[in-house]
């Protein structure tokens, strides 16, 4: 996983023209952003981050095809769609599976504050 992640931040965007990467990544902040507000409605934390692995795994593939020239797409303002596609899947996962793990690692740190304050406070 560390691995999709390294690609969305450092790969991915060199494979990008300097004219498009705020296009493209303005594509990831909307799905980011569009995945966040579905993760709102609730759902089982694990259904959320299974999702968010997939969606990683599914934009580091296209990146990798994109990047071997594997596939063929339509390009938009000289980009290619796979491109945005793989933008997407990148903003899905980083709502999904970051969000979701430092939550939880917030959380617990947070139960590990109150029990030592509750036990320092019994003593």
Request: charged content about 15%.
């Amino acid at each position: 996983m560390l691995r999709v992640v390294a690609t969305q931040a450092g790969e991915f965007t060199q494979l990008l023209d300097e004219d498009e990467i705020g296009a493209v990544l303005a594509v990831l902040g909307v799905f980011e952003v569009i995945a966040g507000l579905s993760m709102g409605a609730g759902g089982a934390v694990k259904r959320w981050v299974l999702l968010g692995c997939l969606a990683f795994a599914c934009g580091f593939l296209l990146v990798v095809f994109e990047k071997n020239n594997t596939l063929t797409s339509t390009t938009i303002g000289g980009t290619s769609l796979i491109m945005y596609i793989a933008a997407g899947c990148f903003g899905v996962g980083d709502a999904m599976f970051n969000t979701i793990c430092i939550a939880q690692l917030g959380r617990l740190s947070e139960d590990q504050v109150r029990t030592s304050i509750s036990f320092a406070c019994s003593q």
